[in-house]
């Protein structure tokens, strides 16, 4: 077993196509935060607030049109439930360089109706043959696989149609249409064969293989199946703000830190709760005999990589004005030391 920590450094690359003991109740020891924050910022108010306003864009935007049996399960998987960390990724970058809410909503949308598609499909029988999904059966167990992978197909296109929509946006102002352009093709390339289908494949491939799956292995899945989405989330709302160029790429390292970040969690958390807590089949990484960073480095470890790439991504946000960067701090904070 390897006896130092894998380094983080390739998520601080600014090239896009080439991303590189815990306490009983954590998964991640917490530690005093180096970047001032407003103490009086509520974190619970403003992530319910937040999913409230995308719970309900989401609801309006995949009515029970017809055939009513694909979008019965579109809504099904979509509107399961969760903390819509994504979107809300999506609303507080934007946000963060000066953008709207408003701005924000359709790309936070087309992200999380993504990352929904991702979800109904690497349950199927085919990928990680699963059966639950958020403490409810998965998509393909209540409509079946056909209707389950074209649910994920059209939920897929349905985001780049809202992504693209001028008439998805406020009127007045609207943003440039090319921001919602560069937007369309960053979330493109995340999805794509170079992004989340890469980590996908690559995961495929290093699943139950007799020889060891060396670090830089996992770090370019995780970067890619997981992260991926995550960095898509921050990235797309800076750049529907109007941020800067310098701006988008300090919020997407911050965001490659956060999405390896999760990933890290979720292996600890596989192997530490159980199904009941988590919501989806626990230990299901150890039945599969799948790579996981428990696995290569030891849990401990594991851990401590986990801290360092919290501490790493509020760094990237110590330029920003504090109070506007307060959500994304809180956010990183969350993902470090969520339960499920």
Do not use: W
């Amino acid at each position: 077993m390897a006896s130092s920590l894998p380094s983080p450094s390739l998520l601080l690359s600014t090239a896009r196509r080439k991303p590189s003991s815990i306490a009983a109740s954590t998964a991640v020891p917490q530690t005093k935060d180096t970047m001032r924050i407003p103490p009086e910022f509520d974190f619970k108010g403003y992530m319910l607030t937040k999913a409230a306003t995308v719970n309900r864009a989401l609801d309006l935007a995949v009515p029970l049109a017809d055939p009513r049996r694909i979008h019965e399960a579109m809504r099904y998987s979509l509107l399961a439930g969760g903390k819509r960390v994504r979107p809300i990724l999506c609303v507080a970058s934007c946000e963060l360089v000066g953008g709207s809410e408003a701005f924000a909503i359709p790309p936070a949308l087309a992200v999380e109706m993504i990352h929904t598609m991702s979800l109904i499909h690497d349950d199927l029988p085919c990928m990680d043959d699963d059966d639950l999904r958020r403490g409810k059966p998965t998509c393909h167990r209540v409509f079946g696989e056909a209707i389950a992978v074209l649910a994920g197909d059209a939920l897929l296109s349905l985001a780049f149609h809202i992504l693209s929509n001028p008439n998805s946006y406020p009127s007045s102002p609207s943003p440039p249409s090319s921001l919602i352009v560069r937007s369309i093709s960053e979330l493109a390339f995340c999805v794509g064969s170079e992004g989340l289908v890469a980590g996908q494949v690559v995961d495929i491939e290093s699943t139950g293989v007799s020889e060891s799956v060396p670090i830089d292995r996992l770090e370019y899945i995780h970067l890619h199946k997981t992260a991926v989405l995550l960095e898509a989330s921050v990235v797309l709302g800076a750049i529907i703000g109007g941020g800067s160029d310098s701006q988008v790429e300090k919020l997407r390292r911050y965001a490659r830190c956060i999405g390896l970040l999760f990933q890290v969690v979720d292996d600890i958390l596989d192997v530490t709760k159980s199904s009941q807590e988590l919501g989806k089949t626990a230990g299901k990484d150890l039945v599969s005999d799948k790579t996981t960073y428990p696995k290569l480095i030891g849990l401990e470890k594991s851990r401590e990589f986990a801290e360092e790439l919290n501490h790493e991504a509020k760094q990237q946000l110590e330029e920003f004005d504090s109070e506007k960067a307060a959500p994304l701090v809180h956010l990183a904070n969350y993902i470090a030391y969520r339960q499920k």
